[in-house]
C-alpha cells in the first residue's frame, strides 16, 4: 500500500529551556526550531486495504462477537439454573475481563499492578499509586464504553477526566495546551523519537478523527486500528494517551455492536509483544497502515484465546465453589459467590452493601465462606479485616502470566 497517511512536518519557535542542568551539548541541542507531526486528515481518507488483510480482519470482529455471546451465555444459564443467585450481576465475567484489560492497558504504559493488589484497591485497602491508577482506568474504560453511542470529543475528555483525576500535571479532562514529544530520554522535542503536532493544531485533528470514528463504510476492525493510530497520533493530553487511545478502541467495538457486554482484552493481545505494537505505530506515522491492522487482528485472537481460558478457570471455580458451600441458596453466602469472580478481595461493609444484608448475616456469611475455604483472611486486624478468594487471584495472575504482565 502507498504511504496516503504519512505525516507532514511543520517548523516552529522553541524558546524554553531545560528544566534541569545538562551539559553545553545536551543544551545545545535543545535550542533552536523543532519540528512537529502533521497528521493527515483521515475523515475522507479513500482507504485501500488489501483483501486477504481485510478478511483476516473480520475473521478477527465475528470470533470477538462469538466470543461476547459465549460469556452472556454462561451468565443467562446460570441465571436461569440458580436463580437470583447468579442474576445479581448479568456477568461478573464481564467485569473481570474488564478489570484485566484495563491492567494490562496501563502495564503497556509500564503501571504494573497485580490481582491481588487491585482487589484490595477496589475496596481501599491500602492501594498504591499503581493500583490507583489501574482502578482509575477501569473507570475511565466503563465511561468511555457507557457513552459509546456518542462518542465525541466530550466523551474522550470524561474518559480521561476519570482516568487521571487525581494528576493535577495531566490537565485531566482537558486538551493540551504545550508541545508534548515521545521519548523518555528526551530534553527537549529536537531529540525526540516522535513529535506529535502543536498544541493549536489537537481540536481540528481530533474533529477530524471524530469525523472518521463515525464513518459506517469501513471494515470495523480496520477502522478501529487506524482510529486508535490517529489519535496516538494527534496526541492530545499532556498524559494518559495511550491508555485513553485504547478506551476508544472498546467504544467503537461496542458502538459498531460488534461487542454487547464484554470488554474483549485487547490490551492484553497487544502486551504480548509491545515492541511490534510500538513498531506498528511508528509505520502508520510513516503512512504504511498494514502493520497497525495487523497488530489489532492478533491481538485480538490472543485476547479471545486468553479470554476463554480465564473464563473457564473462573466457571471451573464458580463450580467448585457451588459443589463446597453447605449454605442454602438465597443465603447471603450463596448470594456473593458470583461477586468474589468480579472482586475477589471483601470485607463486611462490602458484603453488606452487595447483598444487602444485615451485618450480622454478612458476618454470617464470612463464617460460612471461610469454613468452605472460599476465603481467607489477610490480617488479624479485627476492625479492618479483609477476606481474598485466593482461587480467583490464581486464576488472574495465570492469566497475566500467559499475557506476559507482571506485577505483584
Not at 446460570?78 to 442474576?87: F, I
Amino acid at each position: 500500500m502507498e504511504p496516503e497517511f504519512a505525516v507532514a512536518w511543520e517548523t516552529h519557535p522553541w524558546d524554553r529551556e531545560p528544566d534541569h542542568a545538562v551539559s553545553r551539548r545536551q543544551q545545545l541541542s535543545a535550542r533552536g526550531p523543532y519540528q512537529a507531526a502533521l497528521p493527515v486528515a483521515v475523515a475522507e481518507s479513500k482507504l485501500q486495504v488489501d483483501g486477504a488483510l481485510q478478511a483476516e480482519a473480520e475473521d478477527a470482529v465475528r470470533e470477538i462477537t462469538r466470543f461476547d455471546a459465549e460469556v452472556t451465555a454462561i451468565a443467562e444459564r446460570r441465571a436461569a439454573r440458580e436463580g437470583d443467585d447468579a442474576a445479581t450481576e448479568l456477568a461478573p465475567l464481564a467485569s473481570v475481563l474488564l478489570r484485566t484489560e484495563s491492567a494490562s492497558s496501563s502495564e503497556i504504559e509500564g503501571v504494573t499492578a497485580g490481582a491481588r493488589t487491585l482487589a484490595m484497591a477496589a475496596i481501599d485497602a491500602k492501594a498504591g499509586p499503581n493500583a490507583q491508577l489501574v482502578t482509575a482506568n477501569v473507570t475511565a474504560m466503563r465511561r468511555a464504553v457507557a457513552l459509546a453511542d456518542n462518542i465525541s470529543i466530550d466523551t474522550i475528555l470524561a474518559a480521561h477526566q476519570a482516568l487521571l483525576d487525581q494528576h493535577a500535571h495531566a490537565a485531566p479532562g482537558r486538551l493540551r495546551d504545550q508541545q508534548v514529544w515521545i521519548g523518555s530520554n528526551a530534553l527537549s522535542p529536537h531529540t525526540a523519537s516522535f513529535v506529535p503536532p502543536h498544541q493549536s493544531r489537537v481540536p481540528a485533528a481530533l474533529d477530524d478523527l471524530i469525523a472518521f470514528v463515525h464513518r459506517v463504510d469501513l471494515p470495523v476492525l480496520v477502522q478501529v486500528a487506524i482510529a486508535h493510530a490517529q489519535f496516538e497520533t494527534i496526541h492530545p493530553f499532556n498524559d494518559g494517551n495511550g491508555r485513553i487511545g485504547r478506551t476508544l478502541v472498546h467504544a467503537m467495538l461496542r458502538r459498531s455492536g460488534v461487542t454487547r457486554t464484554l470488554t474483549v482484552p485487547v490490551s492484553a493481545g497487544l502486551l504480548t509483544d509491545t515492541s511490534a505494537y510500538f513498531h506498528a505505530l511508528t509505520d502508520y506515522r510513516e503512512g504504511y497502515v498494514e502493520a497497525i491492522i495487523r497488530q489489532f487482528i492478533n491481538a485480538s485472537f490472543r485476547a479471545i484465546g486468553n479470554g476463554r481460558i480465564l473464563v473457564d478457570d473462573l466457571e471451573q471455580v464458580y463450580e467448585d465453589w457451588s459443589e463446597k458451600l453447605p449454605a442454602r441458596r438465597g443465603s447471603a453466602a450463596r448470594r456473593l459467590l458470583p461477586h468474589l469472580l468480579n472482586q475477589p478481595a471483601v470485607n463486611v461493609a462490602y458484603i453488606v452493601a452487595v447483598t444487602g444484608v444485615a451485618l450480622s448475616a454478612a458476618q454470617r456469611a464470612v463464617e460460612q465462606l471461610e469454613d468452605a475455604e472460599i476465603i481467607t483472611r489477610t490480617n488479624g486486624n479485627q476492625r479492618n479485616r479483609v477476606w481474598i478468594a485466593q482461587d480467583v487471584i490464581d486464576a488472574l495472575d495465570v492469566f497475566a502470566e500467559r499475557v506476559g504482565r507482571r506485577g505483584h
